[in-house]
Nanobody, 119 residues
Framework: QVQLVESGGGLVKTGGSLRLSCAAT????????MGWYRQGPGKERDVVAN???????NYADSVKGRFTISMDNAKNTVYLQMNSLVPEDTAVYYC?????????????WGQGTQVTVSS
């Protein structure tokens, strides 16, 4: 029943900006944690940023000062504002969330959205 739906990826030039969004849907869900991961060509999937329902945020060193993560608890939606993009940011970006329905908390993944930064 729980799904994470991502949007906002695209093609931009170096120095440009994009805003990603990810909405968690389901019946009577409680979202405790949401985050963004990315996987570039030939690379492993790495954490970009994450946020708890209390607003505690964490960023990878490579994006500090350029990316901002935020969460709308009422809408169960997480956003990633990406500024000053560089080609090294090119990757498929995946949303992840820890979601509680009836029973234990489970982890879910979004479908991924492509971000391409040209030089």
């Amino acid at each position: 029943q729980v799904q994470l739906v991502e949007s906002g990826g695209g093609l931009v030039k170096t120095g440009g900006s994009l805003r990603l969004s990810c909405a968690a849907t389901g019946r009577r869900i409680s979202v405790n944690f949401m985050g963004w991961y990315r996987q570039g060509p030939g690379k492993e999937r790495d954490v970009v940023a994450n946020i708890t329902s209390l607003g505690n945020r964490n960023y990878a060193d490579s994006v500090k000062g350029r990316f901002t993560i935020s969460m709308d608890n009422a809408k169960n939606t997480v956003y990633l504002q990406m500024n000053s993009l560089v080609p090294e940011d090119t990757a498929v970006y995946y949303c992840a969330a820890l979601v509680k329905e009836i029973g234990p908390i489970r982890q879910y993944w979004g479908q991924g959205t492509q971000v391409t930064v040209s030089s």
